[in-house]
C-alpha cells in the first residue's frame, strides 16, 4: 500500500471500491472526550497474556519506533493516501504483554469510552503502530494524539484514536461502532461497512 501507482498489493486495486481520494485529512470523532496529555497518558496491555502491563509516557516513548507509511480508507468513502507515520509497532507490544496461544481478538480502548475490536492476525507482521507522529510531526489531539493506532488493512474506524489499551482475548468482543451496527470486520475491498 504504499507506491504511489493504481495497483495495490496481491493485485488487487490500490484504491478501494466506492472510495474517493482526498488530500486533506478528514476529522471524524465519536463524541468528544476528555483526552489525556501525556502527563497523564498511559497505555494499558492486559487480557489473556502472560506480562501485563501499563506503560506511562516515558516508558512508551522508550521503546523502539519506526516510520510507516499508508494508505488509509474510511467508511465515509474517503482514502488518503501515502500518509507518513512514526510509532511503535504492535509486534514490539505484543512481544511485551505475550498474550497466550487462544488469544486471537484485541479489543483497542480508547479516552471517551470508544474501542474498536480487531483480530490480532491484522495488526501483526508489521500491518500496524501505535502512532506519536503524523508526517513528521507529534500526532494532534483533534487526529487522536497524543497516540492512537493505525491498523490500515481496515477501515479508519477500527484505529481508535486517543488509544488507552490493548486487551488481549480469546473473544471477540464488539467494539463502539460494531455494537451500533457498523460491519465487525470491516474490510474496504470488501465494502463492509454496515451489518
Same mark, same amino acid.
Given at each position: 500500500?504504499?507506491?504511489?501507482?493504481?495497483?495495490?498489493?496481491?493485485?488487487?486495486?490500490?484504491?478501494?471500491?466506492?472510495?474517493?481520494?482526498?488530500?486533506?485529512?478528514?476529522?471524524?470523532?465519536?463524541?468528544?472526550?476528555? +483526552?489525556? $496529555?501525556?502527563?497523564?497518558?498511559?497505555?494499558?496491555? /492486559? @487480557?489473556?497474556?502472560?506480562? %501485563?502491563?501499563?506503560?506511562?509516557? !516515558?516508558?512508551?516513548?522508550?521503546?523502539?519506533?519506526?516510520?510507516?507509511?499508508?494508505?488509509?480508507?474510511?467508511?465515509?468513502?474517503?482514502?488518503?493516501?501515502?500518509?507518513?507515520?512514526?510509532?511503535?509497532?504492535?509486534?514490539?507490544?505484543?512481544?511485551?504483554?505475550?498474550?497466550?496461544?487462544?488469544?486471537?481478538?484485541?479489543?483497542?480502548?480508547?479516552?471517551?469510552?470508544?474501542?474498536?475490536?480487531?483480530?490480532?492476525?491484522?495488526? +501483526?507482521? $508489521?500491518?500496524?503502530?501505535?502512532?506519536?507522529?503524523? /508526517? @513528521?510531526?507529534?500526532?494532534? %489531539?483533534?487526529?487522536?494524539?497524543? !497516540?492512537?493506532?493505525?491498523?490500515?488493512?481496515?477501515?479508519?474506524?477500527?484505529?481508535?484514536?486517543?488509544?488507552?489499551?490493548?486487551?488481549?482475548?480469546?473473544?471477540?468482543?464488539?467494539?463502539?461502532?460494531?455494537?451500533?451496527?457498523?460491519?465487525?470486520?470491516?474490510?474496504?475491498?470488501?465494502?463492509?461497512?454496515?451489518?
Amino acid at each position: 500500500m504504499t507506491s504511489s501507482d493504481d495497483e495495490g498489493t496481491g493485485g488487487r486495486p490500490r484504491l478501494p471500491p466506492g472510495q474517493v481520494v482526498t488530500r486533506k485529512f478528514p476529522v471524524m470523532t465519536a463524541g468528544t472526550p476528555r +483526552t489525556a $496529555g501525556k502527563d497523564e497518558w498511559t497505555l494499558t496491555l /492486559d @487480557g489473556h497474556v502472560t506480562n %501485563p502491563v501499563t506503560l506511562d509516557w !516515558a516508558a512508551f516513548s522508550s521503546l523502539p519506533t519506526r516510520e510507516f507509511v499508508t494508505d488509509l480508507h474510511c467508511v465515509t468513502k474517503w482514502s488518503k493516501l501515502d500518509t507518513v507515520w512514526r510509532g511503535v509497532d504492535i509486534d514490539v507490544l505484543v512481544e511485551l504483554a505475550r498474550p497466550d496461544s487462544q488469544s486471537a481478538y484485541v479489543l483497542a480502548k480508547a479516552d471517551g469510552d470508544y474501542s474498536a475490536n480487531l483480530r490480532l492476525v491484522d495488526l +501483526t507482521g $508489521g500491518q500496524a503502530i501505535v502512532a506519536t507522529h503524523f /508526517d @513528521g510531526q507529534p500526532l494532534s %489531539p483533534e487526529h487522536g494524539g497524543p !497516540a492512537r493506532l493505525v491498523a490500515p488493512r481496515l477501515y479508519f474506524w477500527k484505529s481508535a484514536k486517543w488509544l488507552r489499551g490493548l486487551h488481549f482475548s480469546p473473544f471477540d468482543y464488539k467494539g463502539y461502532w460494531e455494537r451500533l451496527g457498523y460491519h465487525n470486520y470491516g474490510d474496504p475491498w470488501k465494502e463492509q461497512r454496515y451489518r
